[in-house]
């Protein structure tokens, strides 16, 4: 092989080395370490809920949340930090509406990213302030949930199925509040039993249309071994997991609490950083 042949496939080895390493750093879940006064936390962010992962990476690296406090702690349910005046709070200070100025918007991956005991997700304010359910710019809780029997998440699904017809009703009530005013206004009783039966009726029609709730064989899976709180799917984003310390999420959720769900002994985050 000639001197310039020689080069030529060097360097096309090289480009191609270079462009293998690329893709499998794209692939790669960062990884994150928080540090608190009861030990350390070690977090995987999922690619698939890239907003959420760079601002999170983005936080850490601005030290946002060095100082924070778990400050609400529900046992069996979650641990919620990131609230920044929660820096420094004195005690019986009311905590969890601070913020960094701005939200993101929801990132529902589901079923495949779900509430599962360790799941890192997004806090966000209520439906009716937030009815785009965008998460909080900082706040976020890791879940600790209950383990739930197969019936129990039987149960869950029938009831969501259910909710389609009670949604569907309320939308087909709302359009026709003006006939309903009107009935009632008149005291039609037979009127508005009319309407109401074939408003339900349309309702069920319209339910029918989508595909009914069941949860996947790997949901069923953790929901009954390690346990995590269903009722919060697809309402928040969830945009990671714990990979260690959860023996150390289970002793912050174990903390004695006041009225308001902040631990009575401060528990703080010392430092988050991003493994590399």
Known sequence: MNKSLMTLFILCSLLVSCNLNSNRNKNMEQKIKIETTLGDVVIKLYNET???????????????????????????????????????????????????????????????????????SAARQGDQVNPKKESSGCQFYIVTGT?????????????????????????????????????????????????QEKLVEEAEIEAAKEPDFQFTPEQIE??????????????????????????VVDKIQRASTDRNDRPNEDIKILKMSIID
């Not at 046992?75 to 019986?92: E, H, L, N, V």
């Not at 929901?223 to 310390?245: A, M, Q, S, W």
């Open 222 to 247: 953790a929901y009954t071994t390690v346990g995590g709180t269903p009722h919060l799917d697809e309402d928040y984003t969830v945009f990671g997991e714990v990979l260690e310390g959860l023996d």
């Open 50 to 120: 890239p907003l959420h992962r760079d601002n999170f990476l983005k936080l850490i690296k601005d030290k946002t949340y060095e100082g924070t406090l778990f400050h609400r702690v529900i046992q069996d349910f979650m641990i919620q930090a990131g609230d920044p005046d929660s820096k420094d709070a004195p005690k019986g200070k009311m905590l969890g509406v601070g913020d960094v100025g701005y939200t993101i918007p929801a990132e529902f991956v589901y079923p495949q990213l779900f509430h599962k005991k360790g799941a890192l």
């Open 147 to 195: 383990v739930f029997t197969e019936d129990s998440l039987l149960e869950m699904e029938q009831q969501k199925n259910e909710m389609k017809i009670n949604k569907a009703f309320e939308k087909l009530a709302k359009a026709h509040m003006k006939e309903i005013y009107k009935l009632r206004k008149a005291q039609d009783e037979e009127g508005l039993f009319d309407l």
